[in-house]
């Protein structure tokens, strides 16, 4: 005798968290690289941003990418979250005495190290969105300018890092708030 079989189908009606990772991802870049660029010296602004927005929002997204089960979301969102707590660190701990500043091999270093990071991560993107795909080779980029400023001591690329993490910073705020609107509307409004 056949069982009477049923099957349930659940539904994700949790909201795309995406969009909250990017804008805590770009604003808090753009921030940070408006003062790499030579328009105001690191402040309370930039770091409380690494902590709030640019930290704990993207930590925030990467367990809620976690739930919906998307692996190249998790990851990025968890390790750029951690990434700004770590930037941060890096600042405040030798200001309390707690740790030197690293020296400029050091800092090279980890910055060479989040740009091959994010690199391979690039790679992820070719089976993703346009807008993703500038989002993350730009951030590559920038990574290596800054690495590449730090260990030659160059102020001019530096400058340039600035200008191109602005840039970085400002296309994933533009795909972050193109998913909230397209979401929204139910359509492309912004293509990304």
Known sequence: MEENKKSVLIEDLTANPAPLGLLGFGLTTVLLNIHNAGFFPINSMI????IAYG?????????MEYKKGNTFGMVAFGSYGLFWWSFV???ILPKMGLAAAPDKLALASYLFMWGLFTLVMFIGTLKLSRGLQVVFLS???LFFLLALGDITGNATITLIAGYEGIFTGFT???V???QVLNETYGQ???PT
Do not use: S
């Open 55 to 63: 930290g704990i929002a993207q930590i925030m997204a990467c367990a």
């Open 47 to 50: 770091l409380a941003m690494g």
């Open 139 to 141: 951030l590559a980029v």
């Open 176 to 178: 972050g708030l193109a």
């Open 188 to 190: 492309d409004v912004l």
């Open 172 to 174: 994933a705020v533009y």
């Open 89 to 91: 660190l890096l600042l």
